[in-house]
């Protein structure tokens, strides 16, 4: 166990549906980051958490979003979804992203299927 | 952010030793991680370096050079369970934003 907890681990939903995936971070990790991976792809990285506010954002679809509440937890939430949104979703967790010598923690990821 | 190259596959026998390179943009640069993956798993953090040189962690080492862009991770005593997938991921940035590369997939054969 990493200490990052993803929710749910897996996730079949309909085009057009949408869906909420939670994450949260190890004891005492302030950033939380959130990663989709599709088939033999590489990690993509979505959106970066610090305490709340957004940090950093990479290639995240208008359809997406995310926040991060009060108690660190983070919810990534996909609207619309598209048959090409089919992949697995890592959220990881640092203490702080300026101080990277420990790397990110993942957690076990959701894995989505849009039918 | 970075652009990370790693070559696709790579494939070596159980007890040899393989080196797995990357390379990368060195424009605003500030460290390197070396990540494994077991399919469908969750990366695992493997090594982190941040100046020039080896680091050694057992049967892994990781290696960087700074000036040429230049890491590789080195796999010792290779065993059937390293069969996995090495992801190379370049940090840049004043938050130290983290790139990943799309992996090397490396098969252990008896």
């Known amino acids: 166990d990493s200490g990052v907890t993803q929710t749910p681990k897996h996730l079949i939903t309909a085009t057009g549906q949408r869906v909420t995936l939670r994450c949260s971070p190890r004891s005492g990790d302030l950033s939380v980051y959130w990663y989709q991976q599709s088939l033999d792809q590489g990690l993509q990285f979505l959106i970066q958490?610090?305490?709340?506010?957004?940090?950093a954002k990479g290639n995240i679809l208008e359809r997406f979003s995310a926040q991060q509440f009060p108690d660190l937890h983070s919810e990534l939430n996909l609207s619309s979804l598209e048959l090409g949104d089919s992949a697995l979703y890592f959220c990881a967790s640092s203490v702080d992203s300026r101080d990277t010598g420990y790397g990110y923690t993942f957690g076990s990821g959701t894995r989505l299927t849009v039918v | 952010g970075q652009n990370i190259d790693q070559p696709t596959e790579m494939t070596a026998t159980e007890g040899a030793i393989v080196q797995i390179n990357c390379t990368y943009q060195t424009s605003g640069f500030n460290g390197l991680f070396w990540y494994q993956q077991h399919a469908g798993e969750a990366p695992t953090f493997l090594s982190y370096?941040?100046?020039?040189g080896l680091e050694e962690k057992g049967r892994f080492s990781s290696f960087l050079s700074r000036s040429k862009g230049y890491s590789y991770l080195l796999l010792k005593e290779l065993q059937m369970k390293d069969s996995a997938s090495y992801l190379c991921a370049g940090i840049s940035g004043g938050y130290q934003k983290v790139t990943f590369g799309t992996g090397t997939k490396l098969q252990v054969i008896p």
């Open positions: 958490y610090y305490n709340g506010e957004e940090r």
């Open positions: 370096n941040v100046l020039d």
